[in-house]
């Protein structure tokens, strides 16, 4: 089963992929996913992006016209519209909305969040940057942070603590992790309310299974989440 698939990605649809551990694997293999083998998708990030990630042809403007012209059946699309040293800027939530009203783009996938390559985090006042008409939003954590300090493992990890209720320097607990992904300020933060809530385990191993197992169980129980997944780095690539 494919990674659209196993997300349940409908017909057309604006994804916005956020949190924590594997988002830009998530955008390029989603993406990959779609656009076979006659999709119109287009990738994008509502932050920075490292430039050395992107191997799609690339649209330097976010003008409707132009994604248009220059998107094409089969092959994603990736929409930049700057450059910062060693990273790609793309557009604003709201030029994201008018390029999927405005384009024939049968999905738009874009990383709304930075995470620092870092396992789990929680937002800034700032953060994540959604466009308000998401229809998916996927919450992405590192079952690997589990068991761990959050001060090794968080993006923030002051933020974390805090929700969390514990010091920086604590270990992070099955427990603690779900708290974060489904607080307000957390992982749930700003995704808009017509949405679907998918959450990825990602960095599954056979060594990390009944933490993943545990923590799916949890997550699965709240009636904004719609489903949960566990992607181990071969079930992402593949």
Do not use: Y
């Not at 390559?117 to 589990?146: L, W």
Request: proline share 7%; charged share 20%; glycine share 8%.
């Amino acid at each position: 089963m494919s990674l659209a698939d196993r997300i349940g990605i409908g017909r057309r649809e604006l994804v916005s992929i956020v949190g924590a551990g594997g988002k830009s694997t998530i955008l390029f293999t989603l993406g990959r996913d779609l656009a076979a083998p006659s999709g119109r998708v287009i990738l994008s990030t509502t932050t920075k992006m490292a430039e050395d990630q992107i191997t799609e042809p690339t649209c330097w403007s976010d003008d409707p016209a132009n994604v248009e012209e220059a998107l094409e059946s089969g092959r994603p699309l990736f929409v930049a519209t700057g450059r910062v040293p060693g990273k790609i800027t793309g557009p604003t939530p709201d030029d994201v909305d008018r390029l999927f009203v405005e384009t024939t783009a049968d999905h738009i996938l874009v990383e709304a969040d930075g995470a620092r390559s870092m396992s789990i985090k929680a937002p800034a006042d700032h953060e994540p940057t959604i466009p308000s008409t998401s229809t998916t939003v996927i919450v992405v954590t590192g079952i690997d942070a589990i068991g761990r300090p959050i001060s090794e493992v968080a993006h923030r990890p002051e933020l974390v603590a805090a929700i969390a209720g514990i010091a920086v320097s604590d270990v992070l607990t099955i427990e603690n992790a779900a708290e974060v992904l489904l607080h307000p300020n957390g992982g749930m933060k700003s995704i808009p309310p017509t949405a679907r809530v998918v959450m990825a385990l990602t960095k599954a191993t056979p060594a990390t299974e009944n933490a993943a197992k545990d923590l799916a169980m949890i997550l699965a129980g709240h009636p904004r989440v719609d489903r949960v997944v566990k992607l181990s780095s071969r079930s992402v690539d593949q």
